[in-house]
């Protein structure tokens, strides 16, 4: 028997997992089933426990409600001070997350987590919840203690609001509460609860005592607890799971199961979603909210579409993937989406439409029966539906959209088109009717219906089909120009007539419509693809964020800004001139937030949501290299998810073109790094070596001179000062070649390009050489016509310097040295040519390398620089030089110039 | 002993420089008058009334180029310049400042003493007084516009001609393109160093035996030319 092996990947993802935690600080958790139950009191008994073991425990908020016992349990702990905030008028005193920060205690008690800040108040608390505040702190490494109510979990918000009628506004995500370290349940039996009520120790604002004591009835208080007991349990079976994968224990069930719950525009979608999260959570199985938008829905009003922004949003805060999907039949792209994805549960609510609608077209439950296999379907019942709108996080998400919403587009052209239309097609009607039958010029009405259906959409078309069908009926049903008929089976075509004229409107208006989407998708994608591959010709983090800019503000028709840290990892305002489109004025807080937490906020996000812009982390896989900062024109352009997702997916791309281009400037650094490292070394070796023999003799004949000079005699006195002279001279071509070779290397040189003649820079090397070069024959060939070049005379003339120099050194006295100068077609090509042993063995590029010595050891001086100045200038000047052996024997060494038209010269009258 | 042949002004802020400086001038008679800095320089050509000034361009205080500018003010003694390899720019700046000549340094003692010679000869006898050059084979008649090589007359056209008694003006020192171009050809066409290509070459092949390696009319490398006759 084997033993069972864990799985690799599980195990990597709990290593991972456990990394994370080990530097995240732990959240330890007093739970209760209300309030009253003593977590607060708890909590502190075990903060003085923990004091009195010193550790460094620190209180950071806990509401007192005024009661002794909590203000005699504080005696002695550090307390952080409150912050105060200014708050509709009235003096506010909160969490101050900033000071918790600063004084980084290592345990900080932190009463209830549900809490929410008060985002009106002044100064602006950073997030909208206490939830996120402890985030915040957990991720300091800070550990915290606090108190939740299960009335607070969010996906229980449902279950205990139909226990109690009492919908709480603050909620928890689960995601926090199942991430808690430790959650300590409070346990109190009802009665106590109850007796500890009347006796006045439960803390109970005044304002709100009549619903509180309706709350506080006895069977409430029981199904509370029973709540409470049960996902406390829940966990437990969680850990215990874990601990068992841990173990190798093998899984009591196949892992991948996978929900997905369907949600319409109607009030349910909220209880599917929690209810889809409970599901998910008890199975531990991901889960995907899916809303599909199809014709019909497209149609619906703005308040109902913006409906669905917020339960998507709902749906991703508790941690599902939210999708929207694009089609004619909201089952059928249910059923395909599922099998793609191997859903193995799909939620879907009580099916809405009227029965009548119901046997006409096929409902989404029966579409989804039909449509799928293996997979189990489960309708969740509605309920009380009133009540489900309170959430604060739909109402928010809805004062949003609704403050920015922009006006209906306008309709009404197309209503005037209907009514030319009918008009047009009547008076064409009356042109023909002479001489077509009456059948005729109804199909003449139809062609109008779908010519609008076609340009102005479904209300026009439908109107249209009205006013066809009347002007029908008046000018051309007997009796004419009146409304009545006289024989009945008009009535029959009148109602074909209605019926085809609506049929098709609907039709081609869904085919537009569907066009419509199809359409924007496309062109989103296009956008996307025209972005990235912008990015990718883009060199250069300036030239990028400018890029990246523009696409942004056009594709989301807002202001948008690219702003990076500076060395300090300070969030700065781009400098120079500002791109169509970019964002002045972005707040630099909230940026700099962002690039430190590497998580959104601003607009439509968690995080400061009273910010006008959202801003996005550009996470690379290192670190975050910036904020992208995006004020759109229209709020819904950002809230709705696949546009929030598809700004995401542009953040992303920016992100990863950003960090290329920050990888290969890193690495071309590293590469000058070591290359300058070489460099020296190989400098330092050099110039050691080279100028230690010319200091050996300049000192040496020196101190005869000074100390021994007037016993010499005057021969050998001059004997001494002249090879002082020579070997001065020498190191004072090391240094010059030295400095020279730094100064090319820095790119300090500008050329000083003028026009010069060739044979003129030849004859002045010439005579600056005239005494090194007597040992050799030197001939010069140049033609007698030779075009001026636009070149740095000195500079070339130190390249000619250098390979004359080189010419005498290496080969024998008294063999030939030539210099030629060649035409060329559109350059100048010239020679150094010599009658020596020729190139050494190896590629003669190597010769041009810096510290190269043709003979590594030797009497030949010179740091081997020469040749390296040479390529560097004459690579400045645009030539290209190289070395070869000759055919005849010896070395030649060859560069070029570039040849430019001269300017004409006045010809003298 | 030998009476003092001049006195020269050093303005020069290494003290080993101009402890060579002092030795080399000494010995060939000049007196030597010493300044460790432009300011102090500046001064001193006006209280020690040398003869001549050598300034070093890489003063610590204020610019080589200040320090001409100042002297030049005033007075017309000649002033030779002291400059480092690869500084074109800077010995051009300084003669077109009113500096006389230069030399690079590291230097030979013979070429600041033949430098020295020269621009002192031309301060006392201005417009280099000689009407007849000898230039090898060549002899150019200034006054009377004729140039015979081996006894042959030599015809040159106006500008040729015009830009070699440029150069002899100033016999034996540099003479910027600038400085040429605008003598020559006018203000209008001090940029135009592509003139000046083409006519000295036409002279070289004119008056000079090899033209590629030419022995009087010498190219000063980004600075300018000088003409070089033979002592007599």
């Not at chain 1, 085809?500 to 956008?527: D, F, K, P």
């Not at chain 1, 040496?700 to 000074?706: F, I, K, M, Q």
């Not at chain 1, 060859?894 to 001269?902: G, I, K, M, N």
Request: aromatic share 6%; with cysteine; charged share 25%.
């Amino acid at each position: 028997m084997s033993a069972v092996r864990p799985d690799p990947d599980a195990l990597l993802a709990r290593v991972q997992r456990e990394e994370a935690k080990a530097k995240r600080g732990k959240l330890k958790v007093f739970f209760g089933a209300t309030a009253g139950v003593g977590k607060t009191y708890a909590m502190l008994e075990d903060a003085r426990a923990l004091k009195a073991r010193a550790v460094d425990v620190v209180v950071g908020y806990v509401e007192p409600h005024g009661r002794a016992e909590t203000e005699a349990l504080l005696e002695g702990l550090e307390r952080l001070p409150y912050r105060h905030i200014a708050y509709r008028g009235a003096a506010l005193r909160d969490f101050d997350l900033d000071a918790a920060l600063a004084r980084k205690p290592q345990i900080l008690l932190v009463d209830e987590l549900a809490h929410s800040n008060p985002l009106e108040g002044e100064p602006r608390p950073r997030h909208a919840k206490r939830w996120q505040d402890v985030e915040e702190l957990l991720e300091a490494g800070i550990t915290v203690h606090t108190t939740v109510n299960v009335q607070h979990v969010e996906s229980l918000n449902d279950i205990v609001a139909g226990i109690t009628g009492v919908r709480m506004q603050e909620t928890v995500p689960d995601s926090v509460f199942e991430r808690a370290d430790e959650v300590v349940m409070i346990d109190t039996p009802p009665d106590v609860l109850l007796e500890r009520l009347q006796a006045g120790k439960v803390y109970i604002p005044e304002q709100a005592r009549n619903a509180i004591e309706n709350f506080f009835r006895k069977g409430n208080l029981i199904a509370l607890r029973e709540l409470a007991l049960r996902t406390t349990a829940d966990r437990v079976d969680a850990a215990m799971r874990e601990y068992r994968e841990g173990q190798g224990i093998r899984a009591t069930w196949a892992a991948g199961e996978r929900l997905l719950v369907a949600i319409g525009p109607d009030e349910q979608g909220e209880r599917l979603v929690r209810a889809g999260k409970r599901m998910a959570t008890a199975l531990h199985a991901g889960w995907i909210v899916v809303y599909v938008e199809t014709p019909e829905l497209l149609r619906l009003s703005d308040e109902k579409r913006n409906r669905r922004i917020a339960l998507l949003r709902l749906a991703e805060s508790l941690g599902a993937e939210a999708v929207t999907l694009g089609g004619s039949s909201a089952g059928a792209e249910i059923a395909n989406y599922a099998q793609e994805r191997n859903v193995t549960r799909i939620v879907i609510g009580r099916p809405r439409r009227p029965l009548w609608r119901r046997l006409f077209q096929p409902s989404t439950y029966g579409e989804l029966v039909a449509g799928t296999r293996g997979i189990d379907i489960l309708v969740v019942g509605g309920g009380d539906e009133a009540s489900a709108l309170r959430n604060p996080f739909l109402a928010r998400s809805r004062a949003y959209l609704g403050a920015a919403h922009p006006g209906t587009k306008r309709r009404w052209p197309g209503y005037a088109w209907g009514v030319a239309a009918t008009a047009l097609w009547t008076a064409l009607g009356a042109l023909i009717s002479p001489h077509f039958e009456l059948v005729n010029i109804a199909m003449v009405y139809l062609l109008a219906v779908v010519l609008v259906a076609v340009r102005f959409g479904r209300g026009p078309a439908i109107a249209t089909s009205f006013l066809a069908l009347a002007a029908f009926d008046f000018f051309f049903v007997p009796p004419l120009l009146s409304f009545a008929v006289s024989d009945v089976q008009y009535l029959i075509t009148f109602a074909i007539m209605l019926t085809v004229a609506l049929i098709i409107s609907n039709l081609t208006a869904s085919v537009r419509l569907q066009a419509n989407v199809a359409g924007q998708r496309e062109r989103r994608t296009a956008m996307l693809y025209a972005m990235t591959r912008e990015l990718a010709a883009t060199r250069g983090q300036e030239p990028m964020a400018r890029a990246a800019v523009r696409h942004v503000s056009e594709v989301f028709e807002s202001q948008a800004v690219v702003l990076f840290p500076d060395a300090a990892g300070r969030i700065r305002h781009p400098r120079g001139a500002s791109t169509p489109g970019s964002l002045r004025g972005a707040d630099l807080a909230v940026a700099q937030w962002v690039q430190d937490h590497g998580e959104p906020a601003g607009l439509g996000t968690d995080t400061l949501p009273s910010a006008e812009s959202v801003y996005l982390p550009l996470k690379g896989s290192q670190a975050v290299l910036g904020v992208l900062a995006v004020l759109p024109a229209n709020v819904r352009r950002v809230l709705l998810p696949e546009q929030f997702h598809l700004l995401e997916t542009f953040a992303g791309q920016i992100a990863i073109a950003l960090e290329r281009a920050l990888l290969a400037e890193q690495a071309q650094r590293a590469q000058v790094e070591a290359e300058t490292e070489g460099l020296r070394n190989a400098l330092l070796a050099s110039i050691s070596h080279d100028l230690r023999t010319p200091l050996a003799v300049i000192s040496g004949a020196s101190s005869s001179l000074v100390e021994r000079g007037e016993r010499l005699g005057a021969d050998e006195r001059k004997a001494l000062a002249a090879s002082i002279f020579e070997q001065s001279q020498q190191m004072g071509g090391l240094v010059g070649n030295v400095l020279e070779m730094t100064r090319l290397e820095a790119g300090a040189i500008a050329l000083n390009r003028d026009w010069h003649s060739m044979s003129e820079i030849a004859g002045s090397v010439l005579r600056r050489l005239q005494d090194r070069l007597e040992s050799h024959l030197v001939e010069v060939d140049l033609p007698m016509e030779l075009p001026l070049v636009r070149v740095d005379a000195a500079l070339i003339e130190q390249v000619l310097a250098n390979l004359l120099e080189n010419a005498a050194k290496h080969t024998p006295p008294g063999t030939r040295i030539t210099l030629r100068v060649d035409q060329q077609d559109d350059s100048l090509l010239v020679s150094v040519e010599d009658a020596g042993p020729g190139l050494p063995a190896g590629d003669p590029e190597q010769l041009f390398a810096k510290f190269h010595r043709g003979n590594t050891e030797g009497a030949v001086a010179g740091v081997g620089l020469g040749l390296a100045i040479c390529r560097a200038i004459v690579r400045l000047h645009g030539g290209r030089i190289w070395a070869e052996t000759r055919a005849e024997g010896g070395a030649a060494f060859r560069f070029t110039l570039p040849v430019e038209p001269a300017p004409r010269v006045p010809r003298e009258a | 002993m030998t009476e003092t042949r001049g006195t020269i002004l050093v303005v020069e802020d290494e003290p080993e420089i101009r402890r060579f400086l002092r030795t080399s001038l000494a010995t060939e008679g000049y007196r030597v008058v010493e300044a460790g800095s432009g300011a102090r320089g500046a001064i001193d050509a006006g209280s020690q009334k040398p003869d001549l000034a050598i300034v070093d361009l890489g003063l610590p205080d204020i610019d080589g180029v200040d320090v001409i500018r100042r002297i030049r003010a005033w007075s017309p003694m000649p002033i030779l310049v002291l400059s480092a390899r690869a500084q074109e720019r800077s010995k051009v700046e300084a003669l077109d400042a009113g500096a006389d000549d230069y030399v690079t340094k590291p230097f030979g003692v013979g070429e600041l003493l033949a430098r020295v010679r020269v621009a002192l000869r031309h301060a006392t006898r201005p417009g280099s007084g000689k009407s007849v050059l000898k230039l090898g084979k060549v002899s150019a008649d200034l006054e009377k516009h004729v140039v015979k090589r081996d006894g042959a007359e030599v015809h040159l056209t106006a500008l040729e001609f015009r830009l070699l008694a440029c150069l002899a003006k100033h016999l034996g020192m540099v003479v910027t393109h600038r400085q040429l171009l605008r003598e020559v050809w006018g203000p209008s066409h001090v940029e135009h160093t592509h003139y000046l290509r083409i006519y000295m070459k036409q002279l070289r092949e004119k008056l000079e035996d090899d033209p590629v390696q030419p022995r009087h009319l010498l190219t000063e490398t980004g600075v300018g030319y000088r003409l070089v006759a033979e002592e007599d």
